[in-house]
């Protein structure tokens, strides 16, 4: 198999002309694609309609161009739209395609590969607690056995798109006599995303399971996973996960690479990852270098220690802006002025996803050469 | 003489502890200093009260230090409080002081050199015109004459506050029967920016004055200052301007540089503007190079293109956070990523002050050695 | 004919299970819809993608329902999303139906009637200017005609859908060498909405159309219509017309009145037009007066004189929240407290719609006995 | 004694000119000023400066006026801004003066009334706690004998002014070994409001403090007073306290009656309110009625239950304005469409003030003859 990124630039949450002149020109093998990641221009807190939009369009678009039924499109590929283009971010979609590969893998070489699972759908109690945190991790698994991905080592990325309580969930569970993890929609969209990183962590061996338990969720900050980027929709109920790295069972011209920022700042974090990739970072990137990078994904937090290196932030005590929309338009700038590009797949909500105020950051790129 | 510059975090816009300390250590001397440049934590638009909380604090500490009047205060120093700290950004002061040096300066070095001057105060209807920018110029060659800066060359950054028009302001010019340059407050913020960076432009020659009328203000994009930021406040109805830059009649071991940011993103520009101060860029800085950093100083603006290197942003089409808000995260993120600190002075509304989405960046720093 | 509407509660701007689950009862004829109105809880300005969302997916429901295409839906039905739901305005939908009726009108009673007319698509320098007024005004008259409402007198309420500016139309009209008649997306909102305003003002007689010229849009607020509302959008680029009156040829126990707020506070009209309804303005209403209230629409605007009675207000100056929210948050809060629910579709932009502050009220009332 | 109350606009924060005015006239006297209550125009949310801005003016202004210094002012006087003027509510002081009387109080006729009372500091671990719940309750029992209030039927309001936990507080409690009634700013807020106003409910005997207990703090909405208005502060660490009744102890032309709001459009409520103090509530008021009308105050909540009388609300899952916002505009609009003005001192959280969504509103009016 082989794994083909495409980054299609959004003009609005259902601007779907991009992905069908791809498909048009045979560029793009509608078919073929597992998953389509896309940041939309919503705030990325619990109002945000752009993700639900963006994904009812592009399903209604992928039906007409493969002759699929919206069912069908909705159980074969995976949609995570993550809501916020703050500061210079700007929307679109990374669409993954795994396309068929006449040709064998050149032997020892490892190239892109992707892998896709869902979990079951969680019941509101559920929610940011171990039950999602061991559904999780199983998917992981099952989603790297199924993309002959070898072992956690050459896993690079996690997306976990997961659900958020609404009220009326919440009320639900309290109805059946049920506590749940966050009594607020918000705040529920974070212990649903620290329970799907911890899962993420669990899989690849990152934190000890059995050192786990439901109070460790968003409270305990050393525990974390290097790979993991999850995000909250309002849209789905069950844990919906792609999993990203080298294979040598793949081919093609594409890599994976990742490290982790210590903090929003941390852009040697980021050179790194680029090096790992055969990119020399610099201020600016060459020309060819840039010509190289075919995605950055990244997460996003403001530090609950409310201060950067020492220096206070106001992302925690600012009602007028949410603190996850200061920490994109934050990160998203750090990254830029490495990349040299703002179609960055920068998305909110860190928790369990590198340590306090950092988060991991991953790189594809089209390789150099052969021996890479 | 010789500038200092101290750099003081404040917890929040009244915090003047931070002025106290150092004044009580003997390592500030209140009766020197000359200008206060701040860093507070509104939302730097109209409604935001951050500004003049700060200037009042700071003015009744600075009067209690020296025993002159509120008046005398507000007479003799500049405060220039630039509203919103946006993504990572961290609320600071920083405090020029100039003190006589016993010493005269090393023949052929130039340092630090600060320079005061204030316009007088605008009718309604001059603000964002030409009265504004032909008074601004004078005030700006004013201020290079006392301060003995030798010419446009060895200036490098000028920071104007500047009036804006409340809706109280704007129906008495109607009732004058005048019109304004901006019916709206938060418009007239812009033209009053641009209009005073204008003035800039034509001290230091870098827009022609005869070219220049009043409805170029904020609409020719191409005519704009290198080194000008300007802040527009409630709180005043004249131009107050400081003007920094180096000399050979000033001593310390201090020095200015600036360079242009074509973009947002644009840190190859700051990353010259470091290497003419002596500091290598790269990421992250050497800890030697980052102490040696004292100050950086930069505008931000959302590009009116829509686009940054051809990718979309969101900025002027979000209703929910001003645009000027978003840009200075994005600029004050792409600027800490390399500085390492995120206690920048990064001030919005860019208007004539460095090219459209772009523009001017300053670094302020300890010299390295005798010979710089 | 009989005119019938549905007030359906919205749980999202995509929840048409209300509208089907009506279809499915048989209490509504979804081939028999002329228009939806809504109100979605987006921010009502630029970027509010839930007027967008809720319009794709009512249409798509409608399609199924009726067996159409989607194309035979848009040109049939007119959908009119208004954006805001502040303070505590509860999302839902309107839904005109208009049906054929066996037994002839009784002679000498007027009911509810509805007529619907569309112009041609503007140009983007069209926007804002006697063409836009020219053309609503035509349309106007023509949806009086195809409704038989007899008179401008029987019109008590004429929405209209309009587009807005965006930037990419904006420079299209640059490049085509015109100016348009807003530099901004925002204020090409409120400039869509007055030209609209005005050309229902016109074709109900209550503006002299020769006295009317480009410059009156948005500056003169003596000339307005008393039963217009307007409301803005992104996905369209022609004006779309529901006309809502009294018509003798048309049965059915509805009727519609209303009457003009002089400002945002002005409950003695909202009184005035209940009264006219039959309806008995208490505070609270009787319990089978509340039931008899079908709809009420509303305009909110901040007045531009910065008060309300004498009393400062702050919408205009306040960044963080534009001031059409706060203004329907307040005319909502204001309308609810007498009619006891916040079921009201209050949208915001009153430009020549009402005076300066104020805006149309209007009313859709089950009528007490045959003798109203 | 005699209780006068000053409704003063305010054109900013700082704006202490009509407080000047008014003492330089004669008709207020500085030295007899117990109490000041502002709305003032900031978020009213964490980052709201505009509280203590204001309050730091008004202590200089009063140190000014009165000779004493601002230490003395601090300790004498009650300040209690409370942020938030959203719809078209508009910022103003209403200040309190006890003034001695000459003359006896007319027997049988009970007049306005004033008492004051402040509580210990309070440490982070108490705050939203039964400590907090206690000793608010020892000073309004302190403040109604120091004013001669013979019991709880006689008072009709009581403000109280508490504080909120910061970061750095929190993080103080933390290393302390203790844990915190609330871990987010924002949250702390909520629950020390609820605290202060189960300390009013038992002192007034709404509640039964041997069933209270930490737990119950912003938990039972079965719990609440009928009188209390808690406003959230960063600037106090302390419980300030004004209690507001009648008494036969008291002379003057005032009086102070009060109802409490079901829901947040529970207009009936304030009829009731107006009523019993002798105005007829009518849309609109009649002129005469409208002038002696002097104060109103009440509270705004977003209902936890998300619906308003079965109609959902948005106020609750929008990340864009908070929900206090939203309640703020809705109940100023609703309480401003009887009341005739926006010059309403509405505040926001109403935790335990009034049952879930609704709250407390009082009606401080001018007595129409001597039998009253």
């Known amino acids: 198999m082989q794994a083909r990124v495409h980054r299609i630039p ?83 979609f990374l669409v993954f395609e795994a396309v068929p590969d006449a040709a064998a893998p050149t032997p020892g070489v490892k190239s892109l590969a992707v892998g896709c699972a869902r979990t079951r759908a969680f019941a509101p109690e559920e929610v940011g607690r171990m039950q999602q945190v061991a559904a999780t991790a199983a998917a992981v698994r099952a989603a790297m056995a199924a993309s002959s991905i070898a072992g956690p080592d050459d896993v690079h990325y996690v997306q976990v798109k997961c659900p958020l309580l609404t009220r009326a969930r919440i009320e639900q569970a309290h109805r059946a006599g049920h506590g749940v993890a966050a009594e607020e929609t918000y705040a529920s969209m974070g212990v649903s995303r620290g329970a799907s990183a911890l ?31 999850a995000s909250a929709g309002v849209e789905l109920l069950e844990n919906q996960i792609l ?41 600016p990137l060459a020309p060819a270098d840039s010509a190289r990078l075919v995605a950055v994904l990244a997460k996003a937090e403001a530090s609950r220690s409310g201060s950067i290196r020492g220096a206070r932030h106001t992302m925690l005590d600012d009602s007028d802006i949410p603190a996850s929309r200061h920490a994109r338009a934050l990160v998203g700038g750090a990254l830029a002025s490495v990349a040299g590009t703002t179609l960055l797949f920068v998305s909110g909500g860190a928790e369990h996803q590198g340590p306090d105020g950092g988060g991991p950051v991953a790189v594809i790129a089209r390789r150099l050469g052969e021996g890479l």
Chains 1, 2, 3, 4 share one sequence.
Not at 205 to 227: Q, W, Y
Not at 270 to 283: C, D, E, V
Request: aromatic share 4%; proline share 3%; glycine share 12%.
């Open 10 to 92: 959004a003009a609005g949450p259902d601007d779907v002309a991009g992905l069908r002149d791809l498909a048009g020109s045979g560029a793009l093998r509608p078919d073929r694609v597992v998953a389509v990641l896309g940041k939309t221009e919503g705030n990325g807190c619990v109002n945000d309609f752009t993700r639900g939009f963006a994904s009812a369009s592009l399903k209604t678009a992928l039906a007409a161009l493969t002759g699929r039924t919206a069912a069908e499109v909705d159980a074969q590929i995976l949609f995570v739209m993550s809501g916020g283009t703050e500061g210079g971010l700007s929307p679109h």
């Open 199 to 229: 899962g993420v962590a669990v899989a690849l061996g990152e934190v000890d399971a059995s050192a786990l338990h439901d109070a460790a969720v968003c409270r305990d900050t050393t525990l974390f996973s290097r790979c993991a980027s």
């Open 243 to 283: 999993v990203v790295g080298n294979s040598a069972a793949w081919s093609g011209d594409l890599l994976i690479t990742h490290d982790v920022m210590q903090d929003a700042i941390d852009t040697a974090a980021f050179a790194r990852a680029l090096s790992q990739a055969g990119i020399t970072p610099a201020l």
